[in-house]
């Protein structure tokens, strides 16, 4: 079973960065994409920005020029550094990385990081 485990949330002031982690269980070269989603309260979980197994990104409007996702594949770990981060920015970071094969696809989660913007 695939495991995926986030870290580096925390508590961060206005204009602060963080970085957040995803350590996989498996060969991360074997997802064809994986990315953060996250959930603020009382909100639907959205999607926050993906890496393919390519190195192709993509982000939500609401991050870009602020945030990078990035993979170490040595070390099995995907990254989301957060620059400039603002209150809207609490929520939950979820890792997601999905693994596709003709006629199927199958999406893995972690838990989830608390990521707090607050002064």
């Known amino acids: 079973q695939v495991q995926l485990v986030e870290s580096g949330g925390g508590l961060v002031q206005p204009g602060g960065s963080l970085r957040v982690s995803c350590a996989a269980s498996e060969r991360i070269g074997s997802f064809n994409v994986m990315g953060w989603y996250r959930q603020a309260p009382g909100k639907q979980r959205e999607l926050v920005a993906t890496?393919?197994?390519?190195?192709?990104?993509n982000y939500a409007d609401s991050v870009k020029g602020r945030f990078t996702i990035s993979r170490d594949n040595a070390k099995n770990t995907v990254y989301l550094q957060m620059n400039s981060l603002a209150p809207e920015d609490t929520a939950v970071y979820y890792c997601?990385?999905?693994?596709?094969?003709?006629?199927?696809?199958?999406?893995?989660w972690g838990k989830g990081t608390l990521v707090t913007v607050s002064s």
């Open positions: 997601n990385a999905v693994r596709t094969k003709p006629g199927t696809s199958v999406a893995y």
């Open positions: 890496i393919t197994s390519g190195g192709s990104t």
